[in-house]
């Protein structure tokens, strides 16, 4: 799992560029730009949430921690536009991710008498988010420590197949998910060159949603990603 100690890191950077940040010599970040970007890393964590009934008969409620990391597992084509004003930067950005972040998992459960034998499978799929974006410069003017936020929504999907009463079953799913995104990072722009590099660390916290199976449900709550990544751009001068 990505540390969350990371962000809190880089978000001190930032507030510390804020500080210290002076009159930049050129306006490097200006203008808009389109790059795209990819995931050197994503972790998936959610909240599974179902009920069944125990060996007496009577209902029971469950809640089980699912989760995934996967390496190189996606990216996003990205769109932007910024100003910049002496050492401070002010913008928006707009991304469509791709890339399909996936897990399994395996359950027995009690009903009645008997058991419910259940193998599963998720998948965070494509989406796209908008966000403002602020940031401070540093150095000679072609180094930027900035922060993001913004509104978030992707495709999860779940899959389940198992044995029940004797009598197998095979469902399937997927809704949309939004919330917000928040993200960190630094980014260059060298001074002969119409281009920009940033890496970068998100959150998006997608909350919860309930997946019509068909002759089931899934509930869905707490769905989160946290990403890293790299990226380059090219700037419209």
Known sequence: MLRQSS?????????????????????????PYIGVEGDLTSAVTFLDKDEGEDEDGDIVESENTRGAEDLLAGGSVIFGWGQQ???????????????????????????????VLIDSDFELGNG??????????LYDGNVMLYGSLGYVEREFSVSA?????????????????????????????????PIRVHVEGSRSDLGGE???????EAEIDDLVENSFHVGVAYTFE
């Open 7 to 31: 962000y809190v890191a880089i978000a001190a950077a930032g507030g510390l560029g804020l500080v210290f940040a002076g009159p930049a010599k050129s306006e490097f970040f200006s203008g």
């Open 128 to 137: 796209h988010s908008v966000a403002a974006r602020l940031g401070s410069l």
């Open 161 to 193: 197949e198992g044995v029940e009463e004797g009598q197998e079953f095979d469902l399937d799913g997927d809704e949309d998910f939004s919330g917000y995104r928040a993200a960190v990072g630094m980014e260059y722009r060298p001074t002969n060159a």
């Open 85 to 115: 004003e002496r050492g401070f930067y002010y913008g928006l950005e707009a991304r469509y991710s791709f890339g399909d972040k996936d897990g399994e998992g395996e359950d027995t459960y009690h009903h009645g008498e008997g058991e």
């Open 210 to 216: 309930t997946i019509d199976l068909g002759d089931d």
